[in-house]
Structure formats: structure tokens, C-alpha cells
């Protein structure tokens, strides 16, 4: 998909009625990236009140292949053909009726097709929510919809979620990924470096961690979190610091002891990690101590991994990041880890191309889709060795002892599985015993779509997280099934719903048997909204939060039929006219002689019988 072409269609004569995008088996081997060469830079920390040399890109192009393609208003539908049969029929049809032989004219009937992509909203966010907001009949028809989904977190050590705001004593390090992704359309979305490569990295770290945290808990509370929206101006993570200041969630910013995020990492080069910090807040000598103490932390973890870590530049930015969001509120010690030490590596950032074939994700012939499932993939091990320096760094910055990181190792399998689950197809038999029986019908033999969606029921991959996340971090409850569901260890008990979250999974079913075996998992797994404060407040022109909205739409399709000659259809019309007006002379001839016409003759009044 040249963006030469579509901008040529675009400022071209204005005839174009729509396009079909025929999406390629293979990538590109240029980069393509519809996405902006400066990813969220206006709803970063780095502006002109948060040293200006370092906003706008001014230091670094982190997206050196961005076009912003996806930023373009076209005023006409574009859809992506993904069906072989479609394209198929479209080819054929085209090739036999509107290719002219030996370069002359095609002759009629022409093969044409329409495209139906009706969209409610008009203009921008503003005018569409005061519309929402005006609607004063008793069925409202809603134009638009903020986008936004639900961030995913967990904690080490279980805190009431009912009594918000400051923990008193309370010291947590924080955690993140992010959860989405997005490209050029809004159904392709399968992010595997963008956004897929942290998300595992940090799951399968905190299953790494679970069994020695028990064993020998650290002083300090590890807190995940795994952040929904932030491709489109950091919903989640803006939230969240939201929600945090306004003593509206299970923590405040003064319990934030420190950072680590955990950002695109699926392709490194000669086996090297960068840790990015905030050149800014380290100017102050308490904030850049504690960010030293996490690279030797980060160091320290290191050892004996094929992987290793180094700092770029120091008076280089941070990279597009969700920790941006924390630093827009207060200087908090922080990094974030890459695989890349100034632009993206990620060639295919925020596009369709951004798949497992990009992660150099591959299988033997002629396996199996289970044993597709079990095979440790190249860029399965090189996970996994990400998400062991991140268990390790995370349990010494929480302050574990040191002796204790020999038992922290990621599990290569439950890195592959997840890879598998989310890069190839969702409806396999590790997912299908991890999740609650009503989302089985979530379950596809496809990729995973990281697009956010609007902000009206939980996501597929925020669904997914939360119940990996819950069972990789949570133990088996041996309570019945009612209680379970209903957040209860018995039906007296009215407490341990603030603490702790109950879900009922499927389970695995027994050899010879058809029937699963459920079972109830408790853990501190929750929910938190992933929507911008801009809406709350209803400041749709918001500088500072993300303000983005999608139109509600009908039904989308296409058909395709042969159109006849300009001059079979002129003879057509002049038929069909001419065919008019005699109708039309006959019925006034009919209707003003109707009397003689239609007539009947009368007997006199004195007949008698």
C-alpha cells in the first residue's frame, strides 16, 4: 500500500468512489509504517514547559519509517480484502471484462464495484460528543463513541481495593506494558513487536516471580500493570495517574517508589537491551540516585543471561512510553527497556505487517497445531531470557536479597504458548483452560486484534491478560463454583472480595474424557477503567488527555456487477421514456372518454317483466 498511491487518489481528480486493499502474504521489504515518525508527541512529558529542546522529536525520530498514513482524512471507504475467494472473484472479474486486448479500449459490460461504509460522526470529537449530548429524543442515536477498554493489574500483596487513595507504609514498584496496537485499519491490528513483545515479557516475569515471592517476600509491593489505549495518546496510563491523584484508586503517586517499563524487546541486536531514562528529573540528585540504583538492579540481574543491558545517550528523551504519563505528574525514578537504543527497530511500527513472521517466529513443516503450541521457538528463548533479567530486576528493586535470583528463571514454554496463543491463533487448548466457559466464543483460529475498541465492554487481549495474569500470579482456591463466581470463600464471608478477586476457569479435562474440570483461582487481579479523563470532564479540546472518539457506523460491504455501455443504457433510458409518455397519453385518452368507453347501456324506467 504505497502512500505515493493513496495520497495520489486523495488530491486526484476527486472520481475516486473507494479502495480495495489486497493485503500481501509477506511483508515489505521496505519499512512501512502508517503511524507518525513521532508517536504521541503531544500528550507526552516533553513540551514547552517540560524542557522544550527535547518535545517534538527535536533530538531523536523514534518512528524514522512513520507516514502517517494513518492520520490522513480520506472522504472515501477503504477496505481491506483479506478473503483469498473475494480477491479471487474481484481478479477474474476484472480481468475478463475491463482488460483490453492489445492495448485497446475494454469493451461493455464493464466489471465495477461498491463500497458501502456509511459513518455517523462529522468533523472532530467536539461536534460529535455536543451532539450525543443534545440529543433529546426518547431513543438517543449516538454518533460517536470514546475509545478507550480497561487497564489490567495485579500486586504482590493483596490490597483493598475499596479504600482508596494513600496506603500508609505502602511502597510499590511499578510495572508496565502496554496492551495495544493498531495499523491503517482497525481490524488488523496484531502488534508483535509494538506491543506483544512487552506484554508476554512481563507475564511470564511475574510467573517467574510468584513461587519465590511466597517463599521470601521483598519489602516493597511489585504492582503490573498492563495499560490499554496508549497508541492513542496514552488512555490507560493517563487514567491511571488520573485516577491517582484524585485518591480514586488502591494506591497514589506517593506510593510509587518506581518505574520499570517494559517496551518493545522482541527484536534486539547482538543480544543488547537499552534502559532509557528521563534526562529532565534526573537533574534532581534523589531522583537520578534511585534511577543509578535500577540500572545496577538491572545489571545485577543480567549476570549470567544471554542478554545484557547499556544506557544510550543520557541526554537523549525517553521513547514514546507510558512512564511519560507518571513523569507529566512528578519526578518518579524510572526506565524503560527497548530493544533499540535510538529509533525504533520495529520497521513496522503500528501496521499490519507487525506480525510473528516479523518476531522470526517460525515452525517445522508438517507439525501439528498442538505441537505448534509446544514448540519453543527461537523468539520464544530470546523472551524468555528478557522476562528473567525483568523477574530479577524487579524482585531486587523491590528489595529482595540478591542470593535469591538463581531461582528466578522465566519458563521458556509458558513463553511460546503465549507467543502461539496471541501471534497465531487465540482458540487453542492452553487459552481454552485459563478462561471462563462464556469466553470460549472469544477464542478464534486467528491472531489476536490489539486495537482498543470503544469504551463499552472489555476487550479480547484485556480479557486474555487478566485471566493468564490470574492464573500465572494466583493459586488454586478449593472453593464450589457459586461461591467462586459470587467473589466469596463462603456465604458468610463479605471481606476478602476487597482483597482478592475470584475466577472460575475451565480447567483441563482428564484423559478419556470430554467433560473439563473446573476450578477456582483467587488472586489480586483487577480491572481499572482505560478511559480518558476528557470525557469525564467533558473537555473534548483537552491539551492534555487523549481525546479520541469513533464513529458509529452501519452495516460495511461491497458488492460487484457489470455496468452495460454508456449508449446501451441512453437507449435503455430513451425506452423507458418513450414507454412513459405513450402510458401516459393513454390513460388521459382513457380517462377523458371514459364515459363512452366504459359506458352501459340503461333500460327504460317503465320496463316491466
Given at each position: 500500500?504505497?502512500?505515493?498511491?493513496?495520497?495520489?487518489?486523495?488530491?486526484?481528480?476527486?472520481?475516486?468512489?473507494?479502495?480495495?486493499?489486497?493485503?500481501?502474504?509477506?511483508?515489505?521489504?521496505?519499512?512501512?509504517?502508517?503511524?507518525?515518525?513521532?508517536?504521541?508527541?503531544?500528550?507526552?512529558?516533553?513540551?514547552?514547559?517540560?524542557?522544550?529542546?527535547?518535545?517534538?522529536?527535536?533530538?531523536?525520530?523514534?518512528?524514522?519509517?512513520?507516514?502517517?498514513?494513518?492520520?490522513?482524512?480520506?472522504?472515501?471507504?477503504?477496505?481491506?480484502?483479506?478473503?483469498?475467494?473475494?480477491?479471487?472473484?474481484?481478479?477474474?472479474?476484472?480481468?475478463?471484462?475491463?482488460?483490453?486486448?492489445?492495448?485497446?479500449?475494454?469493451?461493455?459490460?464493464?466489471?465495477?464495484?461498491?463500497?458501502?461504509?456509511?459513518?455517523?460522526?462529522?468533523?472532530?470529537?467536539?461536534?460529535?460528543?455536543?451532539?450525543?449530548?443534545?440529543?433529546?429524543?426518547?431513543?438517543?442515536?449516538?454518533?460517536?463513541?470514546?475509545?478507550?477498554?480497561?487497564?489490567?493489574?495485579?500486586?504482590?500483596?493483596?490490597?483493598?481495593?475499596?479504600?482508596?487513595?494513600?496506603?500508609?507504609?505502602?511502597?510499590?514498584?511499578?510495572?508496565?506494558?502496554?496492551?495495544?496496537?493498531?495499523?491503517?485499519?482497525?481490524?488488523?491490528?496484531?502488534?508483535?513487536?509494538?506491543?506483544?513483545?512487552?506484554?508476554?515479557?512481563?507475564?511470564?516475569?511475574?510467573?517467574?516471580?510468584?513461587?519465590?515471592?511466597?517463599?521470601?517476600?521483598?519489602?516493597?509491593?511489585?504492582?503490573?500493570?498492563?495499560?490499554?489505549?496508549?497508541?492513542?495518546?496514552?488512555?490507560?496510563?493517563?487514567?491511571?495517574?488520573?485516577?491517582?491523584?484524585?485518591?480514586?484508586?488502591?494506591?497514589?503517586?506517593?506510593?510509587?517508589?518506581?518505574?520499570?517499563?517494559?517496551?518493545?524487546?522482541?527484536?534486539?541486536?547482538?543480544?543488547?537491551?537499552?534502559?532509557?531514562?528521563?534526562?529532565?528529573?534526573?537533574?534532581?540528585?534523589?531522583?537520578?540516585?534511585?534511577?543509578?540504583?535500577?540500572?545496577?538492579?538491572?545489571?545485577?540481574?543480567?549476570?549470567?543471561?544471554?542478554?545484557?543491558?547499556?544506557?544510550?545517550?543520557?541526554?537523549?528523551?525517553?521513547?514514546?512510553?507510558?512512564?511519560?504519563?507518571?513523569?507529566?505528574?512528578?519526578?518518579?525514578?524510572?526506565?524503560?527497556?527497548?530493544?533499540?537504543?535510538?529509533?525504533?527497530?520495529?520497521?513496522?511500527?503500528?501496521?499490519?505487517?507487525?506480525?510473528?513472521?516479523?518476531?522470526?517466529?517460525?515452525?517445522?513443516?508438517?507439525?501439528?497445531?498442538?505441537?505448534?503450541?509446544?514448540?519453543?521457538?527461537?523468539?520464544?528463548?530470546?523472551?524468555?531470557?528478557?522476562?528473567?533479567?525483568?523477574?530479577?530486576?524487579?524482585?531486587?528493586?523491590?528489595?529482595?536479597?540478591?542470593?535469591?535470583?538463581?531461582?528466578?528463571?522465566?519458563?521458556?514454554?509458558?513463553?511460546?504458548?503465549?507467543?502461539?496463543?496471541?501471534?497465531?491463533?487465540?482458540?487453542?487448548?492452553?487459552?481454552?483452560?485459563?478462561?471462563?466457559?462464556?469466553?470460549?466464543?472469544?477464542?478464534?483460529?486467528?491472531?489476536?486484534?490489539?486495537?482498543?475498541?470503544?469504551?463499552?465492554?472489555?476487550?479480547?487481549?484485556?480479557?486474555?491478560?487478566?485471566?493468564?495474569?490470574?492464573?500465572?500470579?494466583?493459586?488454586?482456591?478449593?472453593?464450589?463454583?457459586?461461591?467462586?463466581?459470587?467473589?466469596?470463600?463462603?456465604?458468610?464471608?463479605?471481606?476478602?472480595?476487597?482483597?482478592?478477586?475470584?475466577?472460575?476457569?475451565?480447567?483441563?479435562?482428564?484423559?478419556?474424557?470430554?467433560?473439563?474440570?473446573?476450578?477456582?483461582?483467587?488472586?489480586?487481579?483487577?480491572?481499572?477503567?482505560?478511559l480518558s479523563p476528557a470525557f469525564d470532564l467533558k473537555e473534548y479540546t483537552s491539551k492534555d488527555y487523549s481525546t479520541w472518539t469513533e464513529s458509529r457506523w452501519k452495516v460495511i460491504k461491497g458488492r460487484i456487477f457489470l455496468?452495460?455501455?454508456?449508449?446501451?443504457?441512453?437507449?435503455?433510458?430513451?425506452?423507458?421514456?418513450?414507454?412513459?409518455?405513450?402510458?401516459?397519453?393513454?390513460?388521459?385518452?382513457?380517462?377523458?372518454?371514459?364515459?363512452?368507453?366504459?359506458?352501459?347501456?340503461?333500460?327504460?324506467?317503465?320496463?316491466?317483466?
Amino acid at each position: 500500500m504505497p502512500v505515493s498511491i493513496m495520497m495520489k487518489l486523495k488530491n486526484g481528480s476527486g472520481r475516486v468512489a473507494g479502495v480495495a486493499v489486497i493485503m500481501p502474504n509477506t511483508n515489505p521489504l521496505e519499512g512501512f509504517s502508517p503511524h507518525t515518525s513521532c508517536p504521541n508527541e503531544n500528550t507526552g512529558v516533553y513540551s514547552e514547559t517540560y524542557d522544550p529542546s527535547l518535545a517534538h522529536c527535536n533530538v531523536t525520530v523514534w518512528n524514522p519509517f512513520g507516514n502517517g498514513l494513518s492520520y490522513e482524512e480520506f472522504d472515501f471507504p477503504i477496505f481491506s480484502m483479506k478473503d483469498d475467494n473475494d480477491t479471487r472473484v474481484i481478479r477474474q472479474c476484472y480481468m475478463d471484462h475491463n482488460r483490453g486486448v492489445n492495448g485497446s479500449v475494454p469493451q461493455y459490460p464493464l466489471c465495477a464495484m461498491q463500497l458501502y461504509s456509511h459513518m455517523s460522526a462529522v468533523t472532530d470529537t467536539a461536534t460529535c460528543m455536543r451532539r450525543n449530548d443534545l440529543n433529546l429524543s426518547l431513543s438517543p442515536e449516538m454518533i460517536c463513541d470514546p475509545l478507550g477498554d480497561y487497564n489490567v493489574w495485579a500486586s504482590t500483596k493483596p490490597l483493598n481495593t475499596t479504600a482508596k487513595g494513600h496506603k500508609t507504609g505502602e511502597s510499590v514498584v511499578v510495572a508496565a506494558a502496554r496492551l495495544d496496537s493498531r495499523s491503517f485499519f482497525f481490524d488488523v491490528a496484531p502488534g508483535a513487536e509494538s506491543g506483544v513483545s512487552g506484554f508476554i515479557s512481563l507475564l511470564a516475569a511475574a510467573s517467574a516471580l510468584k513461587t519465590v515471592i511466597q517463599e521470601a517476600p521483598p519489602s516493597r509491593t511489585i504492582f503490573y500493570t498492563f495499560f490499554q489505549g496508549e497508541t492513542f495518546d496514552y488512555i490507560g496510563s493517563s487514567r491511571m495517574v488520573y485516577d491517582m491523584e484524585n485518591k480514586q484508586f488502591a494506591v497514589d503517586l506517593d506510593n510509587v517508589h518506581s518505574v520499570l517499563e517494559i517496551g518493545q524487546v522482541g527484536l534486539r541486536a547482538d543480544s543488547k537491551l537499552w534502559l532509557h531514562s528521563d534526562p529532565v528529573s534526573r537533574k534532581n540528585d534523589s531522583v537520578n540516585d534511585q534511577v543509578k540504583k535500577l540500572i545496577t538492579n538491572l545489571r545485577s540481574a543480567a549476570v549470567n543471561l544471554s542478554v545484557s543491558v547499556d544506557e544510550p545517550n543520557v541526554s537523549q528523551p525517553l521513547p514514546p512510553s507510558s512512564f511519560q504519563r507518571f513523569l507529566r505528574a512528578r519526578p518518579i525514578p524510572g526506565l524503560v527497556l527497548e530493544d533499540h537504543e535510538s529509533s525504533f527497530t520495529n520497521r513496522f511500527y503500528e501496521s499490519m505487517y507487525d506480525t510473528a513472521d516479523h518476531l522470526n517466529m517460525s515452525y517445522p513443516a508438517n507439525l501439528t497445531q498442538e505441537e505448534q503450541l509446544e514448540f519453543v521457538t527461537e523468539a520464544a528463548k530470546a523472551l524468555t531470557e528478557v522476562a528473567t533479567l525483568v523477574a530479577r530486576a524487579l524482585y531486587i528493586q523491590a528489595g529482595g536479597a540478591e542470593a535469591q535470583l538463581r531461582n528466578i528463571n522465566a519458563d521458556p514454554e509458558i513463553v511460546t504458548r503465549m507467543l502461539y496463543g496471541f501471534l497465531v491463533r487465540t482458540n487453542n487448548t492452553w487459552f481454552q483452560q485459563l478462561v471462563p466457559s462464556d469466553l470460549m466464543s472469544h477464542l478464534a483460529d486467528r491472531p489476536t486484534n490489539f486495537y482498543v475498541g470503544v469504551a463499552q465492554q472489555s476487550s479480547e487481549p484485556t480479557l486474555l491478560v487478566q485471566y493468564l495474569l490470574a492464573n500465572m500470579t494466583g493459586s488454586q482456591f478449593n472453593i464450589s463454583q457459586g461461591n467462586c463466581k459470587n467473589q466469596r470463600e463462603d456465604e458468610k464471608d463479605e471481606e476478602s472480595k476487597h482483597m482478592y478477586s475470584y475466577t472460575w476457569v475451565q480447567g483441563a479435562a482428564p484423559p478419556n474424557s470430554t467433560e473439563r474440570q473446573g476450578f477456582c483461582v483467587r488472586s489480586t487481579v483487577r480491572l481499572s477503567k482505560a478511559l480518558s479523563p476528557a470525557f469525564d470532564l467533558k473537555e473534548y479540546t483537552s491539551k492534555d488527555y487523549s481525546t479520541w472518539t469513533e464513529s458509529r457506523w452501519k452495516v460495511i460491504k461491497g458488492r460487484i456487477f457489470l455496468v452495460a455501455s454508456p449508449d446501451l443504457e441512453m437507449m435503455t433510458l430513451g425506452v423507458g421514456v418513450g414507454v412513459l409518455i405513450a402510458s401516459l397519453l393513454l390513460t388521459y385518452i382513457m380517462s377523458s372518454k371514459a364515459d363512452i368507453l366504459f359506458s352501459s347501456g340503461r333500460e327504460p324506467a317503465n320496463a316491466t317483466y
